[in-house]
């Protein structure tokens, strides 16, 4: 594998996931910060030299560029326990990787931004006449968690996969969001078996 550097606001969920897929596949990250505050990731240099998207993560291998978080993680994870044999399993890994970038992290990522970076009383007027569809989309999203995993110690295969690592990063701080896990026992005893793998790494805060 190449030299890998991982462009990154550390505090980011997405970040997180490489860091954590990293961590359990024994893959070692040269990491460069970027503050997407201070619009760090939309300057002449990111954006010619490392993603025209303006936005981070965003995975280096050598020279070439790897954006969107969950791309990274396969990227990383190819070759290893993380990303089933079986082809059913594989796709079926997949579809809860798609699934957490379209329904999950949408609502419960930007809520959190939203509460911890701006804060409520920064809202805009588009964030507040928003924030109850995102609220309502993300607590759907854990219900559904919560029911998959009354049945369910995985989301894939029956095992620890990439989908769990793609869903824990943002699950387990969904509280600074204003979601009570105290509400899905299920997801919580899923959380507490994921940081009891070996390799966890927590996310910097």
Request: glycine share 6%; proline share 5%; net charge negative.
């Amino acid at each position: 594998m190449p030299e890998l550097i991982l462009h990154e606001y550390a505090r980011s969920g997405n970040c997180y996931k490489i860091r954590l897929t990293a961590a359990h596949v024994g893959a070692v990250l040269e990491r460069r910060e970027y503050d997407i505050m201070k619009g760090e990731t939309r300057t002449p240099a990111f954006l010619d030299g490392v993603s025209a998207n303006g936005r981070i993560p965003v995975l280096q291998a050598g020279g070439r560029f790897l954006p969107e978080s969950n791309a990274a993680c396969f990227y990383l994870a190819s070759g290893t326990p993380l990303i089933p044999d079986d082809d059913f399993d594989r796709a079926d890994m997949l579809r809860w990787m798609f699934w957490e970038q379209y329904n999950h992290e949408p609502n419960i990522a930007t809520l959190r931004f939203w509460h911890v970076w701006i804060g409520e009383a920064g809202f805009s007027d588009l964030q507040r006449a928003n924030e109850p569809a995102k609220r309502a989309a993300g607590l759907a999203a854990l219900q559904l968690m919560e029911e998959h995993l009354a049945a369910h110690d995985w989301f894939a295969a029956g095992a620890f996969t990439l989908a769990d690592i793609a869903l824990y990063a943002y699950t387990h701080v969904c509280e600074d969001a204003g979601f009570r896990l105290a509400d899905y026992p299920n997801v919580q005893a899923w959380l507490a078996r994921v940081a009891a793998r070996p390799g966890h790494v927590t996310i910097e805060v």
